[in-house]
């Protein structure tokens, strides 16, 4: 899958969700690293500015596509274009996802229950069913997963918590079907990390303010160091790491 030299030139990746936050430097770490890089997106579609750098990084067309990730019909067709596009794709990253709305158990509703399975668990069955019948021997799934999937998050992240719980025991149950060929998959769990979509709508200044004091390491993340991680996990030199659930929390949890 990747040359001598460790890199990711050849191959062909796409990341889900990757026009903002962890998505966005993903790509680029990706593309840095020699990767054709497709995206795509909802709410946060990527500027053209954005674009150029990847294609520059790359040295090859970027592409950005638009689609619903929990519509069926919408995520076949972007994954068959970009597989003939790109002539089959090579790494895959599971990055959509939300919270959607901080809800307690009492005043849990059913619409909004399935609306959060599906943003989370069902895109990253999506995705990853069409993607696995274009990906050869030696291919790399990387999904998004998250602290809270692991510790419950903060209150309200019922709905959100128990579909990254999902997305958890969705890789390892896959890392072992998928053993036999070659492809790994593995998830990686981000903990308190800023510039992202998701603190910036759903977490009060008040609450960042206090995780904060729970992280041994003081600070917050950044997208970049997760995007790191996920980098390592699309090359060969994580060939025998999979099932893996790699925490990114600065010591703040870790099982």
């Known amino acids: 899958m990747t040359n001598q030299n460790g890199t990711l030139s050849g191959n062909?990746?796409?990341v889900t969700g990757g026009g903002?936050?962890?998505?966005?430097?993903?790509?680029?770490?990706?593309a840095r690293e020699g990767a054709r890089v497709a995206l795509t997106y909802r709410t946060h579609k990527p500027d053209d500015e954005f674009l150029r750098e990847l294609e520059e990084l790359s040295a090859g067309p970027v592409l950005a596509l638009a689609v619903d990730a929990t519509d069926e019909d919408d995520v076949v067709?972007?994954?068959?274009?970009?597989?003939?596009?790109?002539?089959?794709?090579?790494?895959?990253v599971n990055n959509i996802g939300g919270l959607v709305q901080r809800s307690l158990l009492k005043d849990m509703t059913v619409d909004?229950?399935?609306?959060?399975?599906?943003?989370?668990?069902?895109?990253?069955?999506?995705?990853?069913?069409e993607v696995?019948?274009?990906?050869?021997?030696?291919g790399r799934i990387i999904n998004v997963a998250s602290l809270a999937g692991e510790n419950g998050g903060h209150p309200g992240a019922l709905a959100y918590a128990s579909s990254k719980g999902a997305v958890i025991t969705?890789?390892?149950?896959?890392?072992?079907?998928?053993?036999?060929?070659?492809?790994?998959?593995?998830?990686?769990?981000p903990g308190f990390i800023q510039g992202t979509p998701f603190h910036?709508?759903?977490?009060?200044?008040?609450?960042?303010?206090?995780?904060?004091?729970?992280?041994?390491?003081?600070?917050?993340?950044?997208p970049v160091e997760v995007a790191e991680a996920i980098g390592w996990l699309a090359t060969d030199r994580s060939s025998f790491v999979s099932g893996e659930v790699l925490d990114?929390?600065?010591?703040?949890?870790?099982a």
């Open 12 to 14: 062909r990746a796409l």
């Open 20 to 30: 903002v936050g962890i998505g966005a430097e993903t790509a680029r770490v990706l």
């Open 77 to 92: 067709g972007v994954v068959t274009h970009v597989s003939e596009a790109f002539g089959g794709i090579d790494i895959l």
């Open 112 to 129: 909004l229950w399935r609306t959060v399975q599906d943003v989370n668990v069902l895109s990253t069955m999506l995705f990853t069913r």
């Open 132 to 138: 696995y019948a274009h990906m050869g021997r030696g």
């Open 170 to 189: 969705f890789t390892r149950a896959l890392a072992r079907e998928l053993a036999p060929e070659g492809i790994t998959v593995n998830a990686v769990a």
């Open 200 to 222: 910036d709508t759903f977490t009060a200044a008040d609450s960042k303010a206090q995780t904060v004091t729970t992280i041994p390491m003081g600070r917050v993340g950044e």
């Open 248 to 254: 990114i929390n600065g010591a703040q949890y870790f």
